[in-house]
């Protein structure tokens, strides 16, 4: 069993931007050369900031008005990933590994879900606290 916290970001220009934080809990099977896969279930918040742009036009001149605004939603999510275990075959107490996740935001930007996806790689490193 494997599981995680994540808290990211991201930021569109000129339209929005987002903090969500999210967990997961998944299973991570083995073989015994080192490869190995998972899957996870997860489910998070996300709090979006937009940023709309009013332009008013009035004889000759014109305005143009940001309206900020803010929005929560619920945000659960599936990820699937493959990896290596370095320490199977060696001294090296780490891993790598490469996922990739589908989110849906619920509400999204017109109250149905809106979908992302992300792509993640990285390393785990897996201390041994009892050395010989």
Same mark, same amino acid.
């Given at each position: %069993? ?12 000129? =339209? ?31 709090? &979006? ?5 009013? @332009? ?6 014109? +305005?143009? +008005?940001?309206?900020? =605004? ?16 370095? =320490?199977?075959? +060696?001294?090296?107490? %780490?891993?790598?590994?490469?996922? &990739? ?14 979908? =992302? ?7 785990? @490193? ?7």
């Amino acid at each position: %069993m494997v599981g995680d916290v994540n808290l990211f970001y991201y930021y569109q220009i000129g =339209s929005q931007s987002a903090l969500a934080l999210n967990t997961r809990i998944g299973q991570r099977f083995t073989a015994g050369f080192g490869l190995f896969s998972e899957t996870m279930v997860g489910i998070g918040v996300q709090q &979006t900031f937009y940023v709309n742009r009013e @332009y008013n036009y009035n004889g000759n001149s014109s +305005t143009i +008005t940001e309206v900020k =605004s803010t929005k929560t939603g619920f945000l659960p999510g599936v990820t699937i990933g493959l990896g290596y275990d370095f =320490s199977k075959k +060696t001294k090296l107490p %780490m891993k790598l590994y490469f996922r &990739t996740s589908r989110f849906w935001l619920y509400p999204g930007s017109n109250l149905t879900f809106q979908t =992302s996806h992300t792509l993640e790689s990285g390393i785990i @490193y897996v201390p041994n606290w009892n050395k010989e």
